[in-house]
């Protein structure tokens, strides 16, 4: 089995609006076109053209419709990926030590080398955030694109994961939510920014911004005031406005 | 154990070039980065200094890699050896293509009518209604006509502009922004990105659309409207805001024919017409002196509601005439509640909060500027409320009035070209008299006496022979559809094979999957391009089609001239065409071959020049009968529509000094690819808005080449062109419409934006058809040219129908059930799920996922072929006949905008499990099926 860190340096992060989130896939796509020529095994896919195309993606959104009572249904769209958890169970329970959990950043990595592909980290995280690449046989996930942030081939603007640099909507955000005065850490407290599924104990590092309430005209609320129900009332109001312009 | 075989710090290479292009996976034109390694594309990303969309790119963009590898992709010049439909081919060399096209094309030079050339996705118009024109058909159109000609053409006529490539919201200073009938498409990133800067402001967005996915599903208020009802509601909205004075009235008199005096005298020929002086200006009562003025001379300052009596002819203001109409009872929001599926209460409350925030939030820049009268105005007065709408409201048969009513909405609270508004993009603003008007046939042999599409200010300009019957193919501009600005394609096939109203030889098609899901009535469709006459022949004769991949379109072509993907092909963005202008700025673009094609491939519009040059037509040969232009790439450089003024604005004259006019230069494309594609050519600020009535501006926008002489004008409220038609409707002019067409022209062309029910609601036995029926793309695959692509077809790979809840239990379906769906056209046979964020009137599906088998280069039993299906074979281009032996277009009646929206629908449960029906027997691949794995990526490892 293998340790994680005691504490790391920073906790780099997502941080995902789903406020704002369209539910576009921009995110998704981008993800697997940069990672699969990336760090480590390509992104497969089987059967692309065919009866069953089932393919590797380190990033997925899923729709959820949501009842409110009094107010109509509701629609979520839920951008989810690796939450580089502080006690990440994928970690824990890897029997080579081919997953691990940077010190220095936080960052939840696989070393491909060393991955067996027994999938027992998938097994563990409680998020369905790991996949198996049929290909190769080894685990993949969210590196949070390492091979971007600290490289220096790449426009310091551009050394964000693929995902964030990418969102139309800007519902992504990327920074250390170790550090409280962090950009990401200020939006998390503002926007009441939530963990996923605290009740598994996991402590991610990403974090969620809640959808703000919708629908509040549904119980009606101020009218117009009439200037006059009849054209000729209005006419004359209107007169009266015009000779005060 | 070591921490980790990565460098703590990993820095690899990430490419050996990067070019920059335009995005073509769908009709946004973004601006990209090709990473290219060894010769292959490694990855695509935004281009963050492009005006469209600063570094972002969606799904789709993304995915362009699985596009233009996609083994879909057509490879040679094909021509068709077994029956239409079969997907029997025999490649052949491009020599023979042209010969085999210029067979069929040299005699119709003689009969140019019989040729029918309608391009899809184009995104190049202006330069193949300029083939068109030089080869003499006045068969030409894009896909307007069943996209969103209503939008386009009530926005022109209406205000000069519309939403999209036209114009859009300020996105940094609106405060609330109403959306409408927009899913998740027109356009895709710019919204995207606008909403993404309302939502990190707090700003409100309310968003009204029958189904609560995509950009509803962020709305602050979504208004689960019933479809077609929407311009029922905006008037409500009109209604209240009257009512309580809500309305810009400063703004209605300086820039709108809010004063303009109508002839009130219905037993007048000119009833409905502008009082007009001498000069031909319209008349407004000069609040100063109580008479008649030019509305435009200096300090004139119009009443809004002094009647008037001109030698015994009444008249009234337009403003007048509004608050008569609008007051009226029936467009209250208790009137209108049920109907639209909205409470009254929630419909008040939205109007009030719309004159709250345009009113009580009023933002004032401390610019100042002078108009075109020449008043110096201190500041700029915002009134931050702005509109966006797209399809949802325009594909009805009373889609242009609902456009119409939309934009006198936006109007009335002033915010229209203000801060916090709604603004436009330039070549526009630009008013329906600045446009062409549409033109005929001159003579065969000779090209076309102007440009095919434009805008009939009145009868006058219909296209209509003498015996009656219409110039056009389409039928577009006859009394059926006066103001079809788009032309019709979606009744082009249909009418060659009816011979209605005339029988044509070759239809030629660029990119529109005719055959499928661009057509209504799918099945029959095909049946008509499949269809024999006596003699043994196709109706149709001959078929020449262009595409990139093997669509099911390919199958029943005849002969098929291969495109190239949008990575290895040169494009203009044009200022002539679509362009990709912001508010503040002018701009244009390109693509430009990042790689080169693999295959025995060109350019549509290369191929477009080349077979003009053997078809010697003028223009494209010198009187040598030499080309005039090599390639599509020489065109776009050395070609001038006007003297200096060509398709591409930037770096004009040898010098590249030339910004929007000059001479060619033959350096233009180097400067467009060192400037990473596009140009673009700021706004001063102080021209930067009331763009109509901005002397700034004016001036700005002929020293760029947008326009000849400024052209200041005020918004129609009242649209006097409309008034005309209804005056040769009631018996006057030498132009009238047929006896059957009199009532329809005076109900649905109101000078005034009206609501009447859709005519799928009127027809008999509506009540057996309870359910309204609505499709759309998802974002993913918006405006796509292939969903088969690898990657994202595995997020949408099978359309199921959404059922609303209350149906469903009705019904009493489950999980995993099936159901007929029958409209009076048809039949189908679809899976079902529940959803319950839907109009309770209304079921919908994701469009155009289900494919033939044989296309694509998909498997036969792929889910798209399974599962996937589409509602278009419910959907008719033609009404259900009325016993009069006439074919009534499914259509609005005022552009001829396909009303694909105005479905009515009944369901009922089918036994379990698929395909879904009808199911097609599979064609013949012309390009074989895609690979079995695919590891993209590998080869840069």
């Known amino acids: ?245 | 154990m070591p921490d980790t075989k990565l460098p703590a710090r990993p820095s690899p290479e990430v490419s050996d070039e990067v070019r920059h292009t335009t995005c073509y996976m769908c009709a946004c034109r973004c601006g990209i980065n090709v990473h290219l390694k060894n010769g292959r594309v490694k990855y695509i990303e935004g281009n963050r200094d492009h005006p469209v969309n600063r570094g972002v790119l969606c799904a789709k963009g993304s995915a362009g890699i699985m596009q233009h590898y996609s083994p879909a992709r057509l490879r040679k010049p094909l021509k068709r050896t077994g029956p239409r439909g079969s997907g029997e081919f025999q490649e052949i060399s491009w020599d023979e293509a042209y010969d085999l096209a210029a067979e069929w094309l040299e005699p119709l030079r003689k009969d140019p009518e019989k040729l029918a050339f309608f391009t899809g996705r184009d995104q190049s118009q202006s330069f193949t209604s300029w083939w068109a024109q030089a080869f003499g058909t006045p068969n030409y159109a894009a896909h307007g006509g069943f996209c969103s000609v209503n939008m386009a053409a009530a926005g022109i006529y209406t205000m000069g502009g519309a939403f999209w490539e036209f114009g859009q919201p300020d996105w940094d200073r609106t405060k609330l922004f109403m959306i409408f009938g927009v899913a998740e498409d027109h356009d895709s990133n710019p919204i995207k990105m606008g909403l993404g800067k309302l939502k990190a402001r707090g700003a409100k967005v309310i968003g009204v659309n029958p189904i609560r996915t995509g950009y509803n599903a962020i709305a602050d208020e979504w208004v689960g409207i019933t479809p077609g009802t929407d311009g029922l509601f905006i008037l409500a909205l009109v209604h209240e805001l009257m009512r309580a004075g809500q309305v810009d009235l400063d703004y209605l008199c300086r820039y709108t024919n809010a004063g303009f005096l109508v002839n009130c005298d219905e037993g007048s020929e000119d009833y409905g017409l502008f009082l007009r002086d001498e000069d031909d200006k319209p008349q407004v009562i000069d609040r100063a002196t109580g008479a008649p003025a030019a509305y435009d001379a200096k300090g004139v300052k119009p009443s809004l509601t002094a009647d008037h009596d001109a030698d015994g002819t009444p008249y009234r203001p337009v403003f007048a005439l509004m608050a008569e109409l609008y007051l009226e009872d029936r467009w209250s929001p208790d009137a209108v509640a049920e109907r639209c599926g909205i409470p009254a209460e929630r419909i008040r409350a939205i109007a009030a909060e719309l004159a709250r925030v345009a009113f009580e939030e009023e933002i004032t820049l401390d610019i100042p500027w002078t108009d075109w009268k020449g008043e110096r105005h201190e500041q700029m007065i915002g009134r931050p409320v702005s509109f966006h709408a797209m399809r949802g409201i325009s594909a009805h048969s009373n889609g242009f009035q609902t456009c119409r009513a939309l934009h006198l909405l936006q109007i009335l609270l002033g915010s229209v070209e203000v801060p916090g508004g709604f603004r436009f993009k330039p070549p526009y603003p630009k008013p329906p008299e600045a446009h062409p008007r549409p033109h005929g046939m001159a003579k065969p042999g000779l090209p076309m006496p102007g440009p095919h599409l434009g805008y009939p200010l009145g009868p006058e300009h219909l296209l209509i022979k003498p015996d009656g019957s219409a110039k056009r193919i389409d039928k577009a501009y006859t009394w059926e559809n006066p103001l079809s600005a788009h032309g019709m394609m979606h009744m082009v096939i249909s009418n060659a094979h009816a011979g209605d109203p005339y029988k044509i030889d070759t239809l030629f098609l660029y990119m529109a999957n005719m055959a499928w899901n661009s057509s209504m009535n799918t099945s029959r469709v095909i049946d008509m391009l499949t269809d024999k006459g006596e003699d043994g022949d196709y109706v149709i004769p001959h078929i020449i089609y262009s595409d990139a991949y093997s669509s099911e379109m390919v199958a029943y072509a005849d002969l098929i001239l291969p495109d190239t993907t949008y990575l290895e092909r040169h494009d203009c963005i044009s200022l002539l065409d679509r362009p990709i202008c912001e508010a503040d700025a002018a701009a244009d673009a390109i693509r430009w071959p990042v790689v080169e094609p693999d295959r025995d491939v060109k350019g549509f519009q290369t191929a477009l020049i080349e077979l003009g040059v053997k078809l010697r037509l003028p223009g494209f040969v010198d009187e040598d009968g030499q080309a005039i232009y090599r390639d599509y790439a020489d065109y776009m450089v050395n070609h001038e529509r006007r003297p200096g003024v060509g398709p591409l604005a930037g770096w004009r004259d040898p010098d590249g000094s030339g910004q929007g006019r000059g001479k060619p230069n033959p350096e233009q494309l180097d400067r467009y690819i060192e400037n990473g594609g596009f140009w673009v050519h700021h706004i001063p600020e102080d021209a930067q808005f009331y763009k109509p009535w901005n002397a700034g501006y004016q001036d700005w926008a002929v020293k760029t080449g947008l326009f000849d002489a400024p052209q200041p004008y005020v918004f129609n409220l009242w649209l006097e062109p409309l008034a005309k038609f209804q005056r040769a409707a009631r018996g006057h002019g030498a132009s009238q419409p047929p006896e059957h067409l009199r009532e329809r022209v005076l109900r649905t062309m109101t000078p005034l934006p009206t609501w009447y029910a859709p005519f799928e609601d009127e027809g008999e036995g509506v009540d057996e058809y309870p359910l309204h029926a609505l499709t759309q793309r998802p974002m993913h695959m918006y405006h796509s040219w292939g969903s088969q692509n690898a990657w994202l077809r595995q997020i949408t790979n099978a359309n199921k129908l959404y059922v609303p809840g209350e149906v469903w239990e009705r019904e009493g379906f489950s999980e995993g059930d099936w159901a007929w769906l029958s409209s009076p056209h048809g039949r189908i046979r679809v899976p079902v799920a529940r959803m319950d964020a839907l109009n309770p009137h209304t079921v919908w599906t994701w469009n155009a996922i289900g494919k033939k088998p044989g296309a694509w280069a998909l498997s036969d039993n792929a889910p798209e072929m399974r599962e996937g299906f589409l509602l278009n074979h419910l959907i008719n281009e033609l009404l259900p006949p009325k016993g009069d032996g006439r074919r009534w277009s499914n259509s609005d009646p005022v552009t001829g905008q396909a009303a694909w929206f105005d479905l009515r629908v009944k369901i009922e449960r089918a036994p379990e499990g698929g395909p879904a029906e009808p199911h097609f027997e599979p064609a013949k691949s012309p390009v074989g099926k895609g690979p079995e794995r695919l590891a993209y990526g590998e080869k840069f490892k």
């Open chain 1, 1 to 245: 089995m293998t340790a994680l860190p005691q504490s790391t340096d920073r906790k780099l992060g997502l941080v995902i609006d789903l406020d704002t989130c369209v539910g576009c896939h921009a995110c998704v796509i981008n993800c697997k076109e940069w990672n699969t020529s990336g760090t480590g095994a390509p992104l497969s896919d089987q059967e692309p053209y065919g009866d069953t195309p089932m393919g590797t993606f380190l990033n997925r959104i899923h729709t959820f419709e949501v009842e409110v009572e009094a107010s109509p249904a509701q629609m979520v769209h839920f951008p989810k990926s690796c939450l580089h958890c502080d006690d990440a169970p994928c970690v824990t329970v890897c029997p080579t030590g081919a997953s691990y959990k940077r010190s220095e950043d936080g960052i939840v990595l696989v070393n491909e080398d060393d991955c067996i592909g027994c999938g027992l980290c998938a097994w563990a995280c409680p998020y369905g955030a790991r996949e198996l690449d049929q290909e190769a046989g080894v685990m993949k996930k969210c590196t949070l694109c390492v091979d971007r942030i600290y490289n220096e081939n790449l426009p310091e603007e551009d050394r964000v994961p693929a995902c964030v640099r990418t969102c139309p909507a800007g519902a992504r955000h990327f920074g250390d939510l170790g550090d409280p005065s962090s950009a990401v850490s200020q939006l998390v407290a503002e926007r009441g920014g939530m963990d996923l599924m605290p009740e598994q104990g996991t402590k991610p590092v990403n974090k969620y911004l809640p959808p703000r309430l919708r629908d509040r005209s549904m119980s009606g609320g101020k009218s117009l005031e009439s200037k006059g129900d009849s054209p000729k009332g209005l006419l004359s109001w209107i007169d009266r406005a015009l000779e005060a312009l």
